[in-house]
């Protein structure tokens, strides 16, 4: 990817694009762009400057998402505060996950492909209270939103977003 793309797509998605893949053989970095511009890798995290994300560590992360690309940008600018997030594309997914892994905050879109996050919201509360819920929609349209914060969601998430400020937004979930 070309120095300008890369520095427009950054802009834009909070340097997703700066990732290293680990060669498993040899255990050594190698970068998957090609920029002139030094690579800041997402996994090289030095105790100092991470002071501020070692009290979230080990928190554990549900996306349920139809679009791949979402869950994907999610899980990647997420994990590098040191979440553990997982990913699925339908509610009985979702369910079945619940049941089976302690999470404690959990993406929700409105419009899946099995049934309404929005009228699934109130049973997700009702069965796990402790769990925050963010509700995601592509429809922001101010009615869904009120909907979502009324059935118990902590916060409400309008595609497209801004994946700088995903940190901020769950601190202030989980506050």
């Known amino acids: 990817m070309g120095y300008r793309r890369h520095t427009y797509w950054n802009k834009i998605f909070g340097n997703v694009f ?3 893949i680990i060669n ?7 970068p998957i762009h090609t920029a002139t511009k030094p690579v800041q890798y997402a996994n090289n995290h030095h105790p100092k ?4 994300h070692q ?5 554990s992360i549900l996306i ?3 679009e791949p690309d979402i869950c994907r940008l999610l899980q990647l600018n997420l994990s590098k505060y040191g979440y553990k997030v997982k990913y699925v594309h339908a509610l009985a997914e979702g369910w ?3 049941k089976s892994h302690p999470t404690d905050v959990l993406f929700l ?3 899946l492909p099995d049934g309404s996050g929005l009228e699934a919201l109130p049973q997700i509360k009702k069965l796990y209270p402790a769990l ?3 509700t995601i929609s592509a429809y922001d349209n101010g009615l869904e939103k009120e909907k979502a914060l009324t059935a118990g969601a902590a916060h409400f998430l309008p595609k497209p977003f801004n994946v700088g400020k995903l940190q901020e937004i769950i601190t202030d979930v989980k506050s």
């Open 109 to 111: 879109d409105i419009h």
């Open 132 to 134: 925050q819920v963010i």
């Open 49 to 52: 400057q991470d002071t501020q």
């Open 55 to 59: 009290t979230i560590m080990g928190n």
């Open 64 to 66: 349920i998402d139809d």
């Open 96 to 98: 079945q996950f619940l």
């Open 24 to 30: 498993p053989t040899r255990e050594s970095r190698v």
């Open 18 to 20: 700066d990732l290293s």
